[in-house]
């Protein structure tokens, strides 16, 4: 139901009775960590950390009774750590999102969804140790080095612009602004190394990677990473990655321009058959 811009809906297994008293006594237990409400997002998902930890042993072996409590948990942790409040009467679990601009809404909770998959991945035994790794100094070619070797001191850099700013003169600024930052495009190959720390390059744009609102997922076809690098700073530092792939499976945009949607496919084969489509389709 919808009032007043307020979405509310009303969480109702259908579990047995013991894994059902199960999930009324673990949501109760979140519920009582977000009363009174936290006042940051770091809080809700500090919450939502511990109620996922405290059920996650359930994982081992589970019957499917225990796989549908599972997935219960899961929709109600996902919900919260985007911002939905929980409520507990009786026996009704609800769920309800406040929100005064349903195109503002439907954002936040885009984003809080993408950054609740983001973070549900760097705390995966592998990538967080794949971060420790990183972040570790190490001996290499060129000497004792760790991700933050190649980042920038951004306090120093945001000084050096505000002086830049204060110049008077336009051909004086852009000269001294070329001197501050003097970006250039690196093309990851496969066991590339960075000529000023000896780190993987791949290694250094992954790790980046992990710092977007989305989580980090490999992609069907090929592929090209880029870092965009500053030659005007030791180490030359990372101020942006990017990366060329191949087309996604589904676009819905370009799919509906080209006819390969289901809908505009099916009904162009049906408006317009010929046996060169019914050989394909048979194939």
Same mark, same amino acid.
């Given at each position: 139901?919808?009032?007043?811009?307020?979405?509310?809906?009303?969480?109702?297994?259908?579990?047995?009775?013991?894994?059902?008293?199960?999930?009324?006594?673990?949501?109760?237990?979140?519920?009582?960590?977000?009363?009174?409400?936290?006042?940051?997002?770091?809080?809700?998902?500090?919450?939502?950390?511990?109620?996922?930890?405290?059920?996650?042993?359930?994982?081992?072996?589970?019957?499917? =009774?225990?796989? !549908?409590?599972?997935?219960?948990?899961?929709?109600? @942790?996902?919900?919260?750590?985007? $911002?939905? /409040? *929980?409520? #507990?009467?009786?026996?009704?679990?609800?769920?309800?999102?406040?929100?005064?601009?349903?195109?503002?809404?439907?954002?936040?909770?885009?984003?809080?969804?993408?950054?609740?998959?983001?973070?549900?991945?760097?705390?995966?035994?592998?990538?967080?140790?794949?971060?420790?790794?990183?972040?570790?100094?190490?001996?290499?070619?060129?000497?004792?080095?760790?991700?933050?070797?190649?980042?920038?001191?951004?306090?120093?850099?945001?000084?050096?612009?505000?002086?830049?700013?204060?110049?008077?003169?336009?051909?004086?600024?852009?000269?001294?602004?070329?001197?501050?930052?003097?970006?250039?495009?690196?093309?990851?190959?496969?066991?590339?190394?960075?000529?000023?720390?000896?780190?993987?390059?791949? =290694?250094?744009? !992954?790790?980046?990677?992990?710092?977007?609102?989305? @989580?980090?997922?490999?992609?069907? $076809?090929? /592929? *090209?990473? #880029?870092?965009?690098?500053?030659?005007?700073?030791?180490?030359?530092?990372?101020?942006?990655?990017?990366?060329?792939?191949?087309?996604?499976?589904?676009?819905?945009?370009?799919?509906?321009?080209?006819?390969?949607?289901?809908?505009?496919?099916?009904?162009?084969?049906?408006?317009?058959?010929?046996?060169?489509?019914?050989?394909?389709?048979?194939?």
């Amino acid at each position: 139901m919808v009032l007043n811009k307020r979405i509310a809906i009303q969480i109702a297994p259908k579990l047995a009775p013991r894994s059902l008293q199960e999930f009324y006594r673990r949501v109760r237990c979140l519920a009582d960590m977000l009363s009174p409400p936290p006042q940051t997002d770091a809080a809700v998902w500090q919450a939502v950390s511990w109620f996922r930890t405290e059920f996650r042993q359930l994982s081992s072996c589970p019957s499917n =009774d225990t796989l !549908r409590l599972l997935l219960t948990l899961n929709v109600v @942790a996902d919900l919260v750590a985007q $911002g939905w /409040s *929980l409520c #507990i009467v009786d026996s009704t679990v609800t769920l309800a999102y406040q929100g005064t601009d349903e195109s503002a809404r439907s954002k936040d909770a885009v984003r809080k969804s993408h950054l609740v998959e983001r973070d549900s991945q760097l705390r995966e035994p592998a990538v967080a140790e794949f971060i420790r790794t990183m972040e570790r100094r190490r001996l290499t070619s060129k000497g004792w080095h760790s991700i933050h070797s190649v980042m920038r001191d951004g306090k120093d850099l945001a000084d050096r612009l505000g002086r830049i700013t204060q110049i008077a003169d336009v051909h004086e600024r852009v000269e001294q602004l070329g001197r501050t930052i003097a970006p250039y495009l690196q093309f990851v190959e496969a066991g590339g190394v960075c000529k000023q720390t000896g780190l993987v390059l791949s =290694d250094i744009w !992954r790790y980046f990677r992990h710092t977007w609102t989305t @989580a980090y997922r490999s992609v069907p $076809g090929r /592929s *090209l990473m #880029i870092l965009v690098r500053d030659s005007a700073a030791p180490n030359h530092p990372v101020i942006g990655i990017a990366a060329l792939g191949s087309a996604v499976v589904q676009q819905s945009v370009r799919d509906r321009w080209i006819g390969w949607d289901s809908d505009i496919g099916v009904t162009t084969i049906l408006s317009k058959p010929t046996p060169r489509t019914a050989a394909w389709l048979a194939q």
